[in-house]
């Protein structure tokens, strides 16, 4: 898993480079100052739900599968209501503003890296939801621990790159 | 013993359908690297026919055997082909054999991801040869890919490259960097966690540790390739503009993305080579590989340098003096890691008994040519003399001398090495001499006389040229090359399959060798080995051969 974290990370150094470089190119509007509003309510769910699978997975190791269920499920939750702020930020972003992938340069490398990321939350939600199935048909049991917080390690990669974004779309890039 | 081997021979042979279908449903990693090493040599056929369409071409001035659209399709598909469906096979798939045998494993740390990678590796070779049949589309707009293999920005862009050629090839790249990227997981998951009682990092093979440090570089190297791929097809498909230099994209970020995979590619493909010399050499030597702590330190030393180089592939692009200055530096200081492994391989060689058998004819040609490689890569190094040269043949040759001279030799002598372990049965050894002379020759022949016309200013990838250049005579020999190479692989191949089927039983242990993989049998069973092996040297099979005086004392 550390491996697979080392090659995402370089997959999104990538994005996050080409996104550096090309702050302030686009040759038409609208520009990041004038349609992004940082989504602070949304970072907080995604980045508390770290702490809520960090706690699931302690439940986990010491048997308590009710009190597992229950931090799993919020941490799905808490995903899912994050990838719903994304959603509605495109929504008005698309609808109101009128920015696309395809409008400038400002729209390619935004809707790219949001979207990439994006795309490894529903990934990791996909298989928070697996492990949750798993759960509640009780065949999910504590010596299973190790292999879930290998899950969770990749969530925390997942919030950690989060916090990578944030800072280069909604504070660098404005 | 007896009653075992009447029950083995009295199995009735399973139909074909049955036998095929374990191979395709298998997660064994002696199969799947079989499967690998197959599958490159049938792309080796194809890129070897590309290479051999572009010398015809290029035989004689103002020839006219293909048009130049075809020729361009020709050096792309050639250059796309040998790198990521010969080579990157070739090697995974003796790493993928090799690596659990030597550190006594049963299999690799994930079988299953291991028989997703090579299928998915396999379905990106089927992607870019299937660009013959759906490349055009709709348009009637050329087939396969003709960007070149590193295929710049705006050559890339839906204006410049109508029809599906490009997106097939931006397709078969994703997926098998997919592939490769799984593969690395695995191998070094595998090395880390997989290892036998008693072996130590210190005490592996080095065939190990090139490996786990080649695993390294792909995960660093071919990651950033995907991302660039994902941001051409985001190009291409959904009207972005990350290349698009009319709406302020940039192809200059475009060369940064691809050379930052381009250049540790090449180490990629190179530290297995030299994992192959490193067994060789001190088998045939018949002594201790001469400084195995060093070679080990100047592995991680080439795995750190390889990833700031890459922009040495960029002199002419117009960056920086300070750039210019760095990557000149970082390129001549990756010579002193590779320098240090020549002198070890020397080392290793000097008092020896060396056997000259096929294997080791290869790789003492490897450190002949390798070094020839090294060297021409230092001039190309120097900033103002890569103004001159680049883009030349002068660079063809020069990277042709690394890929073929020092890869490629290196993976010949280890298919002569290990053959016998894989089938079980001897090849040839008239036949790999023989196979041998005329590769050696063709290579000299093709590769030392390309260096010419590219000083005298020929430049790559044009598809006919003017006579009276000087470049006529030069370009004639260097096609003449190609027929003793071609004849040298079919030596090759017809040795391969006439061994497989009539070859002698090889035995366990031909070689008289010291590495794990030697002391179960050939093939080695499903389970590798009966019991796990334990270890207290680098030679555990000498130290099994000679308890009199093992290896252990001394390390």
Redesign the interface.
């Known amino acids: 898993m550390y491996?697979?974290i080392?090659?995402?990370s370089?997959?999104?150094?990538?994005?996050v480079v080409?996104y550096l470089?090309?702050i302030g190119?686009?040759?038409t509007g609208p520009k990041p100052a004038d349609v992004l509003h940082a989504p602070i309510l949304y970072t907080i769910c995604l980045l508390s739900s770290s702490l809520t699978i960090n706690l699931a997975v302690r439940r986990l190791s010491a048997g308590n599968m009710a009190a597992f269920g229950r931090w799993w499920l919020l941490t799905i939750v808490l995903g899912s209501v994050f990838l719903f702020g994304t959603a509605r930020e495109w929504a008005h972003l698309i609808h109101d503003e009128g920015l696309?992938?395809?409008t400038?340069?400002f729209?390619?490398?935004y809707y790219?890296l949001v979207g990439?990321h994006a795309f490894h939350v529903t990934m990791g939600l996909l298989a928070l939801f697996a492990v949750a199935v798993f759960c509640f048909t009780s065949q999910l049991q504590r010596e299973h621990a190790e292999r879930v917080e290998i899950l969770s390690m990749y969530w925390h990669f997942v919030d950690a790159v989060w916090v990578i974004v944030f800072t280069v779309v909604y504070v660098i890039g404005i | 013993m007896s009653a075992t081997t009447i029950a083995i021979s009295e199995v009735p042979v399973r139909p074909v359908t049955l036998r095929l279908h374990e191979w395709v449903t298998t997660v064994d990693h002696k199969r799947l690297g079989v499967l690998y090493v197959v599958y490159a040599l049938i792309f080796l056929a194809l890129g070897g026919i590309e290479a051999t369409i572009i010398r015809l071409q290029l035989i004689r001035p103002h020839n006219a055997l293909v048009s130049p659209q075809v020729f361009n399709r020709m050096f792309t598909m050639h250059g796309t082909t040998m790198i990521f469906f010969v080579a990157m096979p070739m090697l995974f798939g003796f790493a993928n054999y090799l690596v659990p045998l030597m550190i006594g494993a049963r299999d690799m740390a994930f079988p299953r991801l291991n028989a997703f990678s090579f299928w998915m590796t396999a379905l990106g070779g089927i992607f870019l040869y299937f660009s013959y049949f759906g490349g055009d589309g709709l348009y009637g707009a050329g087939s396969a890919p003709d960007v070149g293999w590193f295929a710049y920005a705006p050559l890339t862009a839906k204006t410049f490259s109508v029809g599906h050629s490009t997106d097939f090839w931006t397709l078969s790249l994703l997926s098998s960097g997919i592939g490769s990227?799984g593969t690395?997981?695995n191998i070094?998951?595998t090395t880390l966690c997989m290892r036998c009682p008693g072996m130590t990092l210190g005490k592996m093979p080095l065939l190990v540790w090139l490996n786990f440090v080649m695993?390294g570089l792909v995960?660093?190297a071919?990651?950033?390739l995907?991302?660039?791929q994902?941001?051409l097809v985001?190009?291409r498909y959904?009207?972005?503009?990350?290349f698009d230099t009319q709406?302020?994209?940039?192809a200059v970020?475009w060369m940064h993305?691809f050379w930052?995979f381009g250049h540790p590619e090449v180490y990629v493909l190179v530290l297995p080579a030299f994992a192959f010399a490193s067994e060789i050499i001190p088998v045939f030597s018949r002594k201790a590989i001469f400084g195995y702590p060093v070679m080990v330190l100047a592995t991680i030393a080439i795995g750190f340098i390889g990833m700031s180089v890459w922009a040495h592939h960029m002199f002419t692009v117009g960056m920086s003096a300070g750039a210019n200055t760095f990557f000149v530096l970082s390129t001549m200081a990756i010579a002193v890691p590779t320098g240090i492994k020549i002198f070890n391989w020397l080392a290793t060689m000097w008092g020896g008994k060396i056997r000259f058998a096929t294997p080791m004819l290869f790789c003492v040609a490897f450190l002949f040519q390798f070094l020839i490689a090294g060297l021409t890569g230092v001039t190309l190094a120097v900033a103002p003399l890569d103004w001159q040269l680049s883009n030349s043949y002068y660079v063809v040759a020069h990277f042709h001398y690394v890929i073929v001279g020092g890869i490629l030799f290196c993976i010949f002598g280890a298919f002569y090495y290990w053959f016998p372990k894989f089938s079980g049965k001897m090849y040839d050894e008239a036949l790999g001499k023989l196979h041998f002379w005329l590769f050696v020759i063709g290579f000299h022949l093709t590769f030392d006389f390309m260096h010419v016309p590219g000083i005298l200013g020929m430049p790559r990838r044009i598809y006919t040229y003017e006579p009276g250049r000087g470049w006529d005579i030069w370009n004639l020999i260097v096609t003449i090359g190609v027929a003793f190479q071609a004849a040298g692989i079919l030596v090759f191949a017809a040795n391969l399959v006439w061994s497989y089927f009539r070859g002698k039983r090889a035995g366990n242990d031909p070689w008289d060798a010291w590495t794990l993989e030697w002391s179960t049998s050939s093939p080695p069973p499903a389970y590798n080995y009966a019991q796990v092996p334990s270890v207290r040297s680098r030679r555990p099979l000498w130290d099994l051969k000679h308890p009199e005086d093992p290896d252990w004392r001394y390390e």
């Open positions: 491996c697979l080392a090659a995402e370089a997959i999104f150094t990538i994005f080409a470089f090309y190119k686009s040759l696309t992938i395809g400038n340069l729209g390619t490398t790219s990439l | 990227i690395a997981i070094i998951a695993a995960i660093l071919v990651s950033p995907s991302a660039a994902l941001m985001v190009d959904l009207g972005g503009h990350f709406a302020g994209g940039s970020i993305f930052i």
